[in-house]
């Protein structure tokens, strides 16, 4: 069964950082690229990042580029979101999810809250 | 990298069918057959219902299905249950090499 499981969210003073994980098992990780989705209170998805399989590339949205980082340690089924510079604008549920070849998220994870607020 | 345009609900009773709509551009919906459809209901993750614009997983029944013109993807409930009732989210793979979310849109089953 694929599983996600998201961690290190929590409550951070504006212009600190945060890093997310992502503990992935049930499946071949290192075959996969992944992806990082958030969702602000009461709003709706928004793509912020992905990586492909064996981190040669990747991509963020406009939003974070310059901010966040992602990154992926494949010996250990580990996806990674380093998030510097936080605004309130930041404040989300963090999604991780699995991408496939067609650009489509299969299995996501449950969330992790992130709270920018002094 | 705007957001897809997706109505922001639509309603329906029991039974009837529903689309929603999903409009984008031509380096998104209309350059590429790579749109997806997630449904979400409150308080979980969204959940994978339609991809590569009409194919379902094998857990969706068919009452879903999707479909795709020009710039407009869409996607139809037919034979609406109580059950349906969430939000639904469309996206798309962009010229960017990015993924695109469509705006959301609550079904409302009266």
Same mark, same amino acid.
């Given at each position: 069964?694929?599983?996600?499981?998201?961690?290190?969210?929590?409550?951070?003073?504006?212009?600190?950082?945060?890093?997310?994980?992502? *503990? %992935?098992?049930?499946?071949?990780?290192?075959? +996969?690229?992944?992806?990082?989705?958030?969702? *602000?209170?009461?709003?709706?998805?928004?793509?912020?990042?992905?990586?492909?399989?064996?981190?040669?590339?990747?991509? +963020?949205?406009?939003?974070?580029?310059?901010?966040?980082?992602?990154?992926?340690?494949? *010996?250990?089924?580990?996806?990674?979101?380093?998030?510097?510079?936080?605004?309130?604008?930041?404040?989300?549920?963090?999604?991780? %999810?699995?991408?496939?070849?067609? +650009? +489509?998220?299969?299995?996501?994870?449950?969330? %992790?809250?992130?709270?920018?607020?002094? | 990298?705007? &957001?897809?345009?997706?109505?922001?609900?639509? /309603?329906?009773?029991?039974?009837?069918?529903?689309?929603?709509?999903?409009?984008?551009?031509?380096?998104?919906?209309? /350059? @590429?057959?790579?749109?997806?459809? @997630?449904?979400?209901?409150?308080?979980? &993750?969204? $959940?994978?219902?339609? !991809?590569?614009?009409?194919?379902?997983?094998?857990?969706?029944?068919?009452?879903?299905?999707?479909? $795709?013109? /020009?710039?407009? &993807?869409?996607?139809?409930?037919?034979?609406?249950? &109580?059950?349906?009732? /969430?939000? !639904? !989210?469309?996206?798309? !793979?962009?010229?960017?090499?990015?993924?695109?979310?469509?705006?959301?849109? $609550?079904?409302?089953?009266?």
């Amino acid at each position: 069964e694929v599983r996600l499981v998201e961690s290190g969210g929590g409550l951070v003073r504006p212009g600190g950082s945060l890093r997310l994980s992502c *503990a %992935a098992s049930g499946f071949t990780f290192n075959t +996969y690229s992944m992806n990082w989705v958030r969702q *602000a209170p009461g709003k709706g998805l928004e793509w912020v990042s992905s990586i492909t399989s064996s981190s040669s590339f990747t991509y +963020y949205a406009d939003s974070v580029k310059g901010r966040f980082t992602v990154s992926r340690d494949n *010996a250990n089924n580990l996806l990674f979101l380093q998030m510097d510079s936080l605004t309130v604008e930041d404040t989300a549920l963090y999604f991780c %999810a699995r991408r496939r070849v067609t +650009y +489509y998220l299969d299995h996501w994870g449950q969330g %992790a809250l992130v709270t920018v607020s002094s | 990298q705007s &957001a897809l345009t997706q109505p922001p609900s639509v /309603a329906g009773s029991p039974g009837q069918s529903v689309t929603i709509s999903c409009t984008g551009t031509n380096f998104d919906i209309g /350059a @590429y057959n790579r749109v997806s459809w @997630y449904q979400q209901s409150p308080g979980t &993750a969204p $959940k994978l219902i339609i !991809y590569e614009v009409s194919n379902r997983p094998s857990r969706v029944p068919d009452r879903f299905s999707g479909s $795709k013109s /020009a710039n407009t &993807a869409s996607l139809n409930i037919s034979g609406l249950l &109580a059950e349906d009732e /969430a939000d !639904y !989210y469309c996206s798309s !793979y962009t010229s960017s090499d990015t993924i695109v979310f469509g705006t959301g849109t $609550k079904v409302t089953v009266l």
